[in-house]
Nanobody, 118 residues
Framework: QVQLVESGGGLVQPGGSLRLSCTASGITFSLYAMGWYRQAPGKQRELVAT???????NYADSVKGRFTISRDNAKNMVLLQMNNLKPEDTAVYYC????????????WGQGTQVTVSS
C-alpha cells in the first residue's frame, strides 16, 4: 500500500518561513519523481516544484528564489523549504510521486494547509 504523508503546514506571518515534509512508503522512492503542488480555495491545483530522481529541480515562476525542494532517498522523504512567504502562498499543499516514464503511475498525499496571514 502506497502512502504519502505530508507534515509541516501551519499559520505563518508574511515574510516568515515553513518547511514541509513528505514521507513515502510502499514505493521504491529513488525511482520516482517527486513534486509539491498547491490548491487555493476556488482555484485549480498548480505545480509548485518538482525534483526528479536525478535531482534537477524545477519551480513555478511564482516561487523561484523563495522555495527550495530537496529529497533524501535514504529517508524516502521530499522537503519544501518555503521562505519569504506571501499571503498568496496560502493553499493546501500536496505531495505527489510519479513514476517515469509511466504517466498513469502516480500517487498523491492528503495535503497540508499553509496559511500566510498577519
Amino acid at each position: 500500500q502506497v502512502q504519502l504523508v505530508e507534515s509541516g503546514g501551519g499559520l505563518v506571518q508574511p515574510g516568515g518561513s515553513l518547511r514541509l515534509s513528505c514521507t513515502a512508503s510502499g514505493i521504491t522512492f529513488s525511482l520516482y519523481a517527486m513534486g509539491w503542488y498547491r490548491q487555493a480555495p476556488g482555484k485549480q491545483r498548480e505545480l509548485v516544484a518538482t525534483i526528479p530522481a536525478g535531482n534537477s529541480a524545477n519551480y513555478a515562476d511564482s516561487v523561484k528564489g523563495r522555495f527550495t525542494i530537496s529529497r533524501d532517498n535514504a529517508k524516502n522523504m521530499v522537503l519544501l523549504q518555503m521562505n519569504n512567504l506571501k499571503p498568496e502562498d496560502t493553499a493546501v499543499y500536496y505531495c505527489k510521486a510519479n513514476r517515469p516514464p509511466f504517466p498513469t503511475i502516480y500517487y498523491w498525499g492528503q495535503g497540508t494547509q499553509v496559511t500566510v496571514s498577519s
